[in-house]
């Protein structure tokens, strides 16, 4: 079925370098993209978002690129923290119903 | 704080007990929303009430009865689980359910035993 997925389940980084996080998603009809961080014991937190009418947005330290050919979202972490050390996961919109993927464990190694 | 309030923030129950989840939010959000979070699984739609009103069901077991007093609390009543639903609750609000930048509480983990 059509659904929102991962391409790596974990992703361990050097502190410092840059961390893209990968979304593939099979529904041509989303019209909305939302990264979320979920740290440890918490909730999941927003991040960035972006509509299917863009293929670039840039927010502070991330960037969500989205490529409709190919059905890809990614995120990207310019100098990645310790502190962005979390499972991130995507999720599209279609037709006013929101899909989650299961999410990617980052690790950032000091 | 993210202004979503979860208690308890862990509860562990057996199958014969009856317990309830609290969510309240002073967003002046008028959506608010039941997930459940299992480990390696994408968040699973429960419930969704917009203004009060369920406006949403995703086929959930009986054993789970939300409730929504007004715009600021909702409950999730839980009766004779089963050691499957053992996961993580978490809330969510919204200013209208056609509004997608939720804000999530930090959850309940529930263990059933």
């Known amino acids: 079925g059509e659904s929102v997925g991962l391409h790596l389940p974990t992703l361990s980084v050097q502190e410092g370098d840059n961390s893209i996080i990968n979304c593939a998603y099979s529904?041509?009809?989303?019209?909305?993209f939302i990264w979320y961080k979920q740290e440890s014991g918490k909730g999941p937190q927003f991040i960035i978002d972006i509509r299917s009418n863009m293929d670039k947005r840039q927010g502070q330290r991330v960037t969500v690129l989205l490529n409709k050919t190919v059905k890809h979202l990614s995120l990207q972490i310019a100098a990645t923290q310790p502190g962005d050390s979390a499972v991130y996961f995507c999720?599209?919109?279609?037709?006013?119903?929101?899909?989650f993927g299961a999410g990617t464990r980052l690790t950032v190694k000091p | 704080e993210t202004g979503v309030t979860q208690t308890p923030r862990h509860l562990v129950m057996g199958m014969t007990n009856k317990k309830s989840l609290k969510c309240e939010q002073h967003l002046g959000h008028n959506a608010m929303y039941w997930y459940k979070q299992s480990a390696k699984k994408p968040l699973e739609l429960m419930f969704v009430?917009?203004?009060?009103?369920?406006?949403e069901n995703n086929s959930v077991p009986s054993r789970f009865s939300p409730e929504c007093p007004n715009s600021s609390h909702l409950f999730l009543h839980l009766h004779t689980l089963q050691p499957e639903d053992s996961a993580l609750y978490l809330c969510a609000s919204s200013r209208s359910v056609a509004n997608y930048g939720y804000t999530f509480g930090s959850g309940t983990r529930l263990t059933v035993v």
């Open positions: 529904n041509s009809a989303s019209d909305y």
């Open positions: 009430y917009s203004l009060e009103e369920r406006v």
């Open positions: 999720a599209e919109n279609i037709k006013d119903d929101m899909r």
